[in-house]
Protein backbone atom coordinates (compact mmCIF):
# COMPACT_ATOMS: atom_id res chain seq x y z
CA UNK A 1 0.00 0.00 0.00
CA UNK A 2 1.45 3.09 -1.06
CA UNK A 3 2.21 5.59 1.96
CA UNK A 4 2.70 9.39 2.45
CA UNK A 5 5.83 10.26 4.06
CA UNK A 6 6.35 10.37 8.10
CA UNK A 7 8.22 13.76 7.91
CA UNK A 8 6.90 15.73 4.67
CA UNK A 9 4.14 13.66 3.59
CA UNK A 10 5.45 12.73 0.12
CA UNK A 11 4.36 9.54 -1.58
CA UNK A 12 6.77 7.37 0.19
CA UNK A 13 5.66 4.41 -1.87
CA UNK A 14 5.41 0.99 0.83
CA UNK A 15 8.14 3.31 3.09
CA UNK A 16 7.59 4.99 6.33
CA UNK A 17 9.73 7.94 5.01
CA UNK A 18 10.44 9.25 1.40
CA UNK A 19 13.97 8.86 -0.03
CA UNK A 20 14.81 12.56 0.72
CA UNK A 21 13.61 12.17 4.36
CA UNK A 22 15.68 9.22 4.52
CA UNK A 23 18.73 10.70 3.22
CA UNK A 24 18.41 13.72 5.71
CA UNK A 25 17.78 12.02 8.97
CA UNK A 26 20.54 12.97 11.15
CA UNK A 27 23.71 10.49 11.00
CA UNK A 28 25.88 9.81 14.24
CA UNK A 29 28.94 11.14 13.58
CA UNK A 30 31.33 9.29 11.87
CA UNK A 31 34.15 9.46 15.01
CA UNK A 32 32.52 8.65 18.07
CA UNK A 33 33.44 6.91 21.15
CA UNK A 34 33.68 3.52 20.68
CA UNK A 35 32.71 3.20 24.66
CA UNK A 36 29.62 5.04 24.46
CA UNK A 37 29.45 6.60 20.75
CA UNK A 38 29.05 10.24 21.68
CA UNK A 39 31.28 12.19 19.22
CA UNK A 40 34.69 12.23 20.08
CA UNK A 41 37.44 13.64 17.71
CA UNK A 42 39.65 11.02 15.69
CA UNK A 43 37.37 8.55 17.08
CA UNK A 44 39.33 8.19 21.00
CA UNK A 45 37.19 6.96 24.37
CA UNK A 46 36.05 9.72 25.34
CA UNK A 47 36.73 11.78 29.01
CA UNK A 48 33.64 10.56 30.40
CA UNK A 49 34.68 7.08 29.39
CA UNK A 50 38.33 7.42 30.72
CA UNK A 51 37.43 8.54 33.85
CA UNK A 52 34.45 6.37 34.59
CA UNK A 53 34.61 3.61 32.84
CA UNK A 54 31.44 2.01 31.43
CA UNK A 55 30.81 -1.74 32.62
CA UNK A 56 29.70 -2.27 28.91
CA UNK A 57 32.42 -2.61 26.04
CA UNK A 58 31.30 -0.78 23.01
CA UNK A 59 27.93 1.09 21.80
CA UNK A 60 26.32 1.56 18.19
CA UNK A 61 24.07 4.28 17.48
CA UNK A 62 22.51 4.41 13.74
CA UNK A 63 20.84 8.13 14.30
CA UNK A 64 21.38 11.05 16.56
CA UNK A 65 18.54 11.82 18.87
CA UNK A 66 16.83 14.66 16.97
CA UNK A 67 14.06 15.58 14.88
CA UNK A 68 13.05 13.81 13.17
CA UNK A 69 14.29 10.58 14.56
CA UNK A 70 12.63 11.82 17.89
CA UNK A 71 9.53 11.86 16.67
CA UNK A 72 9.87 8.79 14.81
CA UNK A 73 10.92 7.54 18.09
CA UNK A 74 7.58 8.77 20.19
CA UNK A 75 5.20 7.52 17.00
CA UNK A 76 6.93 4.07 17.70
CA UNK A 77 6.47 3.32 21.15
CA UNK A 78 3.90 5.51 22.38
CA UNK A 79 1.66 5.20 19.11
CA UNK A 80 2.61 1.94 17.71
CA UNK A 81 3.74 2.81 14.45
CA UNK A 82 5.32 -0.46 14.09
CA UNK A 83 6.21 0.56 10.12
CA UNK A 84 8.30 2.97 12.21
CA UNK A 85 9.70 -0.13 13.94
CA UNK A 86 10.10 -2.05 10.74
CA UNK A 87 12.30 0.80 9.54
CA UNK A 88 14.79 1.04 12.26
CA UNK A 89 14.85 -2.38 12.90
CA UNK A 90 16.57 -2.82 8.98
CA UNK A 91 18.97 -0.11 9.85
CA UNK A 92 20.11 -2.23 13.05
CA UNK A 93 20.55 -5.17 11.20
CA UNK A 94 22.66 -3.03 9.05
CA UNK A 95 24.39 -1.29 11.79
CA UNK A 96 25.51 -4.92 13.52
CA UNK A 97 26.34 -6.22 10.40
CA UNK A 98 30.16 -7.59 11.54
CA UNK A 99 29.56 -8.01 15.15
CA UNK A 100 31.16 -11.08 16.46
CA UNK A 101 28.06 -11.90 19.63
CA UNK A 102 26.33 -15.00 20.80
CA UNK A 103 23.19 -13.69 21.59
CA UNK A 104 20.68 -10.48 21.44
CA UNK A 105 19.39 -9.24 24.16
CA UNK A 106 16.76 -6.38 23.94
CA UNK A 107 16.43 -4.11 26.98
CA UNK A 108 13.66 -5.00 28.81
CA UNK A 109 11.15 -3.44 29.99
CA UNK A 110 9.18 -3.35 33.71
CA UNK A 111 5.98 -5.29 33.27
CA UNK A 112 4.20 -2.66 34.46
CA UNK A 113 5.22 -0.62 31.53
CA UNK A 114 4.87 -3.69 29.26
CA UNK A 115 0.84 -3.75 30.02
CA UNK A 116 0.49 -0.12 29.57
CA UNK A 117 2.22 -0.19 26.16
CA UNK A 118 1.36 -3.35 24.70
CA UNK A 119 4.63 -4.26 23.13
CA UNK A 120 8.40 -4.02 24.40
CA UNK A 121 9.59 -1.99 21.51
CA UNK A 122 13.11 -3.58 21.96
CA UNK A 123 11.74 -6.90 21.72
CA UNK A 124 10.81 -6.07 18.13
CA UNK A 125 14.00 -4.45 17.43
CA UNK A 126 15.72 -7.32 18.79
CA UNK A 127 14.13 -10.25 16.74
CA UNK A 128 15.69 -9.01 13.15
CA UNK A 129 19.08 -8.54 14.38
CA UNK A 130 18.86 -11.80 16.26
CA UNK A 131 18.07 -13.72 13.10
CA UNK A 132 20.51 -11.89 11.14
CA UNK A 133 23.19 -12.59 13.26
CA UNK A 134 22.38 -16.32 13.24
CA UNK A 135 22.27 -15.92 17.04
CA UNK A 136 19.54 -16.95 20.00
CA UNK A 137 17.82 -13.80 20.80
CA UNK A 138 16.76 -14.14 24.56
CA UNK A 139 14.22 -11.90 25.06
CA UNK A 140 12.97 -13.82 28.67
CA UNK A 141 16.27 -13.72 29.75
CA UNK A 142 16.80 -10.39 32.51
CA UNK A 143 13.71 -8.79 33.72
CA UNK A 144 12.80 -5.39 34.87
CA UNK A 145 12.04 -5.97 38.42
CA UNK A 146 12.29 -2.69 40.04
CA UNK A 147 9.86 0.06 38.31
CA UNK A 148 12.50 2.96 37.88
CA UNK A 149 11.58 6.85 38.79
CA UNK A 150 12.15 9.24 35.76
CA UNK A 151 15.59 9.66 35.32
CA UNK A 152 15.18 13.16 33.74
CA UNK A 153 16.96 15.99 35.51
CA UNK A 154 18.76 13.39 37.94
CA UNK A 155 22.59 14.01 37.64
CA UNK A 156 25.09 10.64 36.34
CA UNK A 157 25.58 9.68 39.62
CA UNK A 158 21.51 9.71 40.75
CA UNK A 159 20.78 8.16 37.25
CA UNK A 160 23.04 4.88 38.27
CA UNK A 161 21.81 4.93 41.86
CA UNK A 162 18.25 4.88 41.09
CA UNK A 163 18.80 2.17 38.47
CA UNK A 164 20.54 0.16 41.01
CA UNK A 165 19.65 -3.49 41.07
CA UNK A 166 16.81 -3.04 38.58
CA UNK A 167 17.56 -5.98 36.83
CA UNK A 168 17.42 -9.89 37.09
CA UNK A 169 19.16 -12.61 35.00
CA UNK A 170 17.27 -15.76 34.95
CA UNK A 171 20.08 -17.44 33.34
CA UNK A 172 23.85 -17.95 33.18
CA UNK A 173 26.03 -16.24 30.62
CA UNK A 174 29.46 -17.79 30.76
CA UNK A 175 32.01 -16.87 28.56
CA UNK A 176 29.32 -15.14 26.67
CA UNK A 177 29.88 -12.21 24.12
CA UNK A 178 25.81 -10.43 24.31
CA UNK A 179 24.71 -7.90 21.92
CA UNK A 180 22.02 -5.01 23.68
CA UNK A 181 19.18 -3.86 21.72
CA UNK A 182 17.09 -0.85 23.06
CA UNK A 183 15.69 2.28 21.41
CA UNK A 184 17.30 5.01 22.15
CA UNK A 185 20.54 5.57 24.40
CA UNK A 186 20.69 8.95 26.92
CA UNK A 187 23.01 8.79 30.00
CA UNK A 188 24.01 5.16 29.57
CA UNK A 189 23.20 4.27 32.89
CA UNK A 190 20.60 1.54 31.15
CA UNK A 191 23.15 -0.05 29.32
CA UNK A 192 25.35 0.41 32.57
CA UNK A 193 23.34 -1.71 34.71
CA UNK A 194 22.44 -4.04 32.43
CA UNK A 195 26.20 -5.00 31.57
CA UNK A 196 27.18 -5.42 35.35
CA UNK A 197 24.33 -7.76 36.10
CA UNK A 198 25.17 -9.77 32.79
CA UNK A 199 28.96 -10.02 33.72
CA UNK A 200 28.25 -10.74 37.34
CA UNK A 201 26.17 -13.55 35.27
CA UNK A 202 29.56 -14.76 33.54
CA UNK A 203 29.20 -12.63 30.63
CA UNK A 204 32.57 -11.55 28.78
CA UNK A 205 31.53 -8.80 26.68
CA UNK A 206 28.15 -6.52 26.72
CA UNK A 207 27.45 -4.51 23.35
CA UNK A 208 24.69 -1.81 22.93
CA UNK A 209 22.98 -1.13 19.62
CA UNK A 210 20.23 1.44 19.84
CA UNK A 211 18.74 3.21 17.26
CA UNK A 212 19.21 6.75 18.66
CA UNK A 213 21.91 8.74 20.95
CA UNK A 214 20.65 11.55 22.56
CA UNK A 215 24.06 14.39 22.50
CA UNK A 216 26.43 14.22 26.08
CA UNK A 217 23.64 14.25 28.94
CA UNK A 218 24.12 15.56 32.61
CA UNK A 219 28.08 15.10 33.84
ZN1 LIG B 1 9.61 12.95 3.18
ZN1 LIG C 1 32.65 7.51 25.86
Not at 89 to 117: F, K, N, S, Y
Not at 204 to 211: P, T
Amino acid sequence: MPQACFVCAAPAADQVLCEACRAALPAVASACCPHCALDSPGGAVCGRCLSQPPRFDATRAVFRYAFPVSELVQAYKFQARFGVGRYFAEQLVAAAHGLQIDAVLPAPLHPHRLATRGFNQSVLLAEPVAKALGVPHLRDAVRKVRRVAPQAGLTLDERRRNLRGAFAVQRRFDGMRVLVIDDVMTSGTTLDELAGALKEAGAARVEGLVVARTPAGPA
